[in-house]
């Protein structure tokens, strides 16, 4: 069981905030605003926040700001609601680590909240271990099963853990973003699902579903660089509408874009979008 800060001003999607985390068998706390979540974090711990944006006193944006320069091993997912986009992307550009729309918060945060927290994890896994790992490089050939995800995603926050690359809030959003790419190589690139879709390799053909997701990834003292490339005929995203944009946060294939266009310094796809590399700096 995780202990989970819910930052929130109205109590109706406060309660529905808590009423999912906990079905999941968290253990939640509940605050009204930034202000009250920093007061919390005084006298208290927690494994993850989960933020609302428009917030009176301290708003979203700068509760992001203010925990990622003084406690950056605690992840961030931010909330976001139509009309509050640039907020949101504000708040992914200073620190936070995910973001769910309000819209989609039946069908993501569970999934959100656990990869985050599973970062955490490999984080503290990898503590005795800091400045040790010499040569960080490592190749996955991948199937098409979504599982695999947050176990490639941790195993990258444990090695840049132990080779010493930045700081935690670094090393979850990069993980984030690698995760982005890939769950965008499956779906999107080998299996070629639709968004209206659900999530299952059954709706792709047999054939596609032999179809292999190459991860590499190198890591050195000024950067990670990562290449995540599909063997299927579809994109690993779409190039409409523009991240960031009001429309792209209602289609899971853009929302993947965004994370990894927040979160990296250099974003680069091959003419076929069968390949994304991705370069942080450290």
């Known amino acids: 069981m995780a202990k989970i800060l819910v930052a929130e001003d109205s109590l109706t999607h406060m309660e529905v905030l808590r009423s999912i985390l906990e079905s999941d068998q968290h253990d939640v706390d509940c605050v009204e605003d930034g202000q009250q979540a920093l007061d919390y974090l005084n006298d208290n711990s927690c ?30 997912v931010v909330v976001t609601a139509r009309g509050s986009e640039s907020l949101a992307v504000d708040a992914l550009a200073i ?16 999934k959100v909240v ?24 490592f190749y996955f050939k991948l199937t098409n099963d979504i599982g695999s995800i947050p176990v490639v995603a941790n195993y990258l926050v444990t090695t840049m853990a132990a080779a010493k690359c930045g700081n935690p809030n670094l090393r979850y959003r990069t993980a984030t973003a690698m995760a982005s790419a890939i769950f965008n190589a499956i779906q999107y690139g080998n299996l070629q699902i639709r968004e209206s879709q659900i999530l299952d390799p059954q709706h792709a053909d047999a054939a596609d579903c032999d179809l292999a997701v190459r991860v590499k990834v190198s890591i050195a003292n000024s950067d990670t660089r990562i290449s995540v ?29 965004m994370l990894m266009t927040s979160f990296m310094n250099d974003v680069m796809f091959n003419h076929r979008r069968s390949e994304v590399t991705l370069v942080v700096q450290h």
């Open 47 to 76: 494994d993850a926040i989960v933020t609302d944006l428009n917030m009176p006193v301290l708003d979203g944006c700068q509760l992001v700001q203010h925990l990622t320069n003084s406690d950056p091993e605690i992840p961030i």
């Open 95 to 110: 620190g936070a680590t995910d973001f769910v729309p309000k819209d989609s918060l039946q069908q993501l945060l569970t």
């Open 114 to 137: 656990r990869q985050v927290l599973g970062y955490r994890v490999a984080e503290a896994q990898a503590s005795g271990l800091a400045g040790q790992l010499r040569k960080p490089e």
């Open 229 to 257: 490339a599909h063997e299927g005929k579809g994109a690993i995203t779409r190039t409409t509408p523009a991240p960031g944009t009001p429309e792209s946060f209602e289609i899971e294939q853009c929302r993947g874009l």
